[in-house]
């Protein structure tokens, strides 16, 4: 069966670091693969989407990386704030019909001074 | 911007009943969905409809059916509530323009069924 995987431990991180979330998955190649952010209390907010064809997409602070053979994306945020605390879904497209996704149960990270 | 709205942040009902989460979008997308989020087990996908009057399953269907009479609204509802469907429901939506269109969720209704 399908499984996206991130790590359910909560990542700490001082501020001005980076910070690098991992998103693996198994069972699939997926055309594409997003990324959102979550705040408590609040729906997932949309970040980035990187394509099959793309080893690397950025957002100013933010980069994505995606390595197909590996079955792996990578999230990172650099010069950490404390504002980015939060909780950061991956998700794929698992049918490619209808925007359909699948997503991880996300990651917390907390940004300390 | 892209607003998802859903009818109630919080609302508890009792075990039988029948509940109605609605939600409503405001930027003319095809698809909309229904998700419950619970601790653990992250974002699973109840309904989606990528038409008026069309609906297809999700993951996690059972105990749940769906409505969408018009484009800008999809309702999820509990046909008889029961306390194992306690849980925080997401609503999004998307363009039907091309793959790959991100998701635009609404905050969210916690709902507790005593």
């Known amino acids: 069966s399908q499984k996206i995987e991130q790590n359910s431990e909560a990542l700490n991180i001082q501020e001005g670091k980076t910070a690098t979330l991992t998103c693996n998955y198994t069972?699939?190649?997926?055309?594409?693969l997003q990324w959102y952010r979550q705040d408590p209390g609040r729906g997932p907010v949309f970040l980035l989407l990187?394509?099959?064809?793309?080893k690397e997409k950025r957002k100013e602070r933010l980069k994505v990386t995606f390595d197909t053979t590996l079955k792996q994306s990578l999230f990172h945020i650099t010069a950490s704030q404390p504002a980015d605390s939060a909780t950061y879904l991956c998700a794929l497209d698992l049918t490619g019909t209808a925007s359909k996704l699948t997503f991880g149960t996300g990651t917390r990270l907390q940004v300390t001074l | 911007d892209v607003k998802v709205t859903q009818s109630s942040r919080y609302l508890v009902k009792r075990t039988g009943e029948k509940v109605f989460l609605e939600c409503v979008q405001d930027m003319d997308h095809e698809n909309m969905f229904w998700y419950r989020q619970d601790p653990g087990l992250g974002l699973r996908l109840i309904y989606f409809?990528?038409?008026?009057?069309?609906?297809e399953k999700g993951d996690i269907p059972e105990g749940y059916s769906v409505s969408r009479e018009k484009k800008e609204r999809f309702s999820l509802i509990l046909e008889s509530a029961s306390t194992n469907q306690t849980s925080m429901y997401l609503c999004?939506?998307?363009?039907?323009?091309?793959?790959?269109?991100?998701?635009?969720f609404g905050d969210g209704t916690r709902l507790s069924i005593l």
């Open positions: 990187i394509r099959e064809n793309e």
């Open positions: 069972n699939y190649s997926p055309a594409y």
């Open positions: 999004a939506s998307s363009t039907g323009t091309g793959k790959a269109q991100p998701q635009h």
């Open positions: 409809s990528y038409d008026v009057k069309m609906k």
